[in-house]
């Protein structure tokens, strides 16, 4: 089992930031309006941001990354590492991490790779910089977050289109002597199609076929480019595996779950996360909740939690949560990390 | 599991339709309210009250609200 404790760092800022265009699922007119009521209630999604073309998620976590490097008054020449996770980087080839390290004035001496992963990836993101940054005794790290999922559906996919939302995010990480997180990280690899595009990679290269539109069932419709999602596979994925990783994690590390003050989970549908909660027997004051302002923004979902609906909370007191990311890949992880007076501004437009 | 409270609890996934009109022997898909939305409340229902995993292909493979119980049971 991947459950390893990552030691000397803590997190010291969080920002997040959001296209400023607003699309509400109230008005989407692929589905029915009472559907689009039921929608609203079961999957919790009510407004989504998109990003306009020419924007992408390193332009938003470019943004997020400045705001807090200036609210924190890092020197930046002391950025040692760079991590970006994304499943839409700006370029197919270079990597886009080398292209955020220049434009946030990062030094020469800062390491920097992407990483492709969605949903799990803010809390993967975590252990992959925490498990170097504690190598590196006085170091900083920023790990940047986000992606345009919404340039990837298709308008004409109802079991898409209301679903994702776009958002960057930046998360400071230091090396301190005290701080630890522990990790439980998984991954089946034999759904890997239950959330895929198929086309456009190097499997299945682009070829005229790829743009061709087809009708699966009424009311979806896509491409070979677009994203395709089995939302019932992924839903009894996430009640099949969620609690029990999040459980195992607690048991195998010896975590008191009457310290746990907040599980902040990845911002799917509402149903599912409300079946998880239960099955871990956790209040609803303890599950805070973005989805209903800012959807699904797939890797970006915790960090967009965290500073939304837990900000002055983060930013004035100590906090023990548990982060719970899971979906494509398929690939799952939960992270139990103590956070005390941490740097968080408003979540902001651009 | 009985086939009488599982039906109960089908029943009760629905918000439109009058409770008393679902019996063992009614063609859930056939119903107005039935759609993806219906399907996703019914799985979590029966995964929370009976524990037990209900597929697509489940749906898909049952007519009646029996024949689901009777899927779901042999699980």
Same mark, same amino acid.
């Not at chain 2, 759609?35 to 597929?55: Q, Y």
């Given at each position: 089992?991947?459950?390893?404790?990552?030691?000397?760092?803590?997190?010291?800022?969080?920002?997040?930031?959001?296209?400023?265009?607003?699309?509400?699922?109230? *008005?989407? /007119?692929?589905?029915?309006?009472n559907?689009?009521?039921?929608?609203?209630?079961?999957?919790?999604?009510?407004?989504?941001?998109?990003?306009p073309?020419?924007?992408?998620?390193?332009?938003?976590? #470019?943004?997020?990354?400045?705001?807090?490097?200036?609210?924190?008054?890092?020197?930046?020449?002391?950025?040692?590492?760079?991590?970006?996770?994304?499943?839409?980087?700006?370029?197919?080839?270079?990597?886009?991490?080398?292209?955020? *390290?220049? +434009?946030?004035?990062?030094?020469?001496?800062?390491?920097?790779?992407?990483?492709?992963?969605?949903?799990?990836?803010?809390?993967?993101?975590?252990?992959?910089?925490?498990?170097?940054? *504690? =190598?590196?005794?006085?170091?900083?790290?920023?790990?940047?977050?986000?992606?345009?999922?919404?340039?990837?559906?298709?308008?004409?996919? +109802?079991?898409?289109?209301?679903?994702?939302?776009?958002?960057?995010?930046?998360?400071?990480?230091?090396?301190?002597?005290?701080? +630890?997180?522990?990790?439980?990280?998984?991954?089946?690899?034999? /759904?890997?199609?239950?959330?895929?595009?198929?086309?456009?990679?190097?499997?299945?290269?682009? %070829?005229?076929?790829s743009?061709?539109?087809i009708?699966? /069932?009424?009311?979806?419709?896509? =491409?070979?480019l677009q994203?395709?999602?089995?939302?019932? +596979?992924?839903?009894?994925?996430?009640?099949?595996?969620?609690?029990?990783?999040?459980?195992?994690l607690?048991?195998?590390?010896?975590?008191?779950?009457?310290?746990?003050?907040?599980?902040?989970?990845?911002?799917?549908?509402?149903?599912?996360?409300?079946?998880?909660?239960?099955?871990?027997?956790?209040?609803?004051?303890?599950?805070?909740?973005?989805? #209903?302002?800012?959807?699904?923004?797939?890797?970006?979902?915790?960090?967009?939690?965290?500073?939304?609906?837990?900000?002055?909370?983060?930013?004035y007191?100590?906090?023990?949560?548990?982060?719970?990311?899971?979906?494509?890949g398929?690939?799952?992880?939960?992270?139990?990390?103590?956070? /005390? %007076?941490?740097?968080?501004?408003?979540?902001?437009?651009? | 599991?009985?086939?009488?409270?599982?039906? $109960? $609890?089908?029943?009760?996934?629905?918000n439109?339709?009058?409770?008393?009109a679902?019996?063992?022997? &009614?063609?859930?898909?056939?119903?107005?309210?039935?759609?993806?939305?219906?399907?996703?409340?019914?799985?979590? &229902?029966?995964?929370?009250?009976?524990? $037990?995993?209900? @597929?697509?292909?489940?749906? $898909?493979?049952?007519? @009646?609200?029996?024949?689901?119980?009777?899927?779901?049971?042999?699980?």
């Amino acid at each position: 089992m991947a459950v390893f404790t990552v030691p000397h760092i803590k997190i010291s800022g969080i920002s997040a930031c959001v296209p400023k265009q607003t699309e509400d699922n109230a *008005q989407f /007119e692929l589905l029915p309006e009472n559907e689009r009521a039921l929608f609203i209630k079961t999957v919790g999604i009510r407004f989504r941001r998109v990003a306009p073309a020419g924007t992408t998620a390193s332009d938003l976590c #470019y943004a997020a990354a400045d705001k807090l490097l200036t609210d924190l008054g890092w020197d930046r020449n002391e950025i040692k590492l760079l991590v970006f996770i994304t499943q839409t980087p700006d370029y197919l080839i270079p990597n886009t991490s080398s292209i955020l *390290q220049e +434009k946030l004035g990062l030094p020469k001496t800062c390491m920097a790779f992407d990483a492709n992963l969605g949903c799990s990836g803010y809390v993967y993101g975590l252990s992959m910089a925490g498990s170097i940054l *504690q =190598n590196m005794p006085g170091g900083k790290a920023l790990l940047l977050v986000g992606d345009i999922s919404t340039a990837t559906i298709s308008m004409e996919d +109802k079991s898409t289109a209301p679903l994702f939302s776009d958002a960057g995010t930046a998360t400071a990480l230091e090396y301190t002597e005290s701080g +630890k997180v522990h990790f439980n990280l998984q991954t089946d690899g034999r /759904e890997f199609d239950d959330i895929i595009i198929p086309d456009g990679g190097y499997r299945n290269r682009y %070829n005229p076929k790829s743009e061709e539109y087809i009708e699966y /069932e009424k009311g979806i419709r896509r =491409n070979n480019l677009q994203m395709k999602l089995d939302g019932v +596979k992924i839903f009894n994925f996430a009640l099949r595996e969620i609690a029990l990783n999040i459980n195992t994690l607690f048991d195998e590390k010896q975590v008191d779950r009457a310290l746990v003050d907040y599980y902040v989970f990845h911002q799917a549908n509402l149903l599912m996360l409300e079946s998880v909660r239960k099955k871990l027997k956790v209040e609803t004051e303890k599950v805070p909740y973005s989805l #209903y302002d800012y959807g699904n923004t797939s890797s970006a979902t915790i960090p967009v939690t965290m500073v939304t609906k837990l900000r002055e909370q983060l930013m004035y007191s100590k906090r023990h949560l548990l982060l719970s990311g899971f979906g494509v890949g398929l690939s799952w992880g939960s992270a139990y990390i103590e956070t /005390e %007076n941490i740097v968080c501004p408003e979540i902001f437009e651009v | 599991m009985l086939l009488e409270e599982f039906t $109960k $609890k089908f029943a009760e996934c629905f918000n439109q339709t009058d409770p008393a009109a679902i019996k063992p022997e &009614t063609e859930f898909r056939k119903l107005e309210e039935w759609g993806s939305m219906m399907a996703l409340i019914v799985i979590a &229902t029966i995964d929370a009250d009976f524990g $037990k995993t209900v @597929t697509s292909d489940d749906l $898909k493979n049952a007519n @009646t609200v029996a024949d689901l119980f009777g899927i779901v049971k042999n699980k």
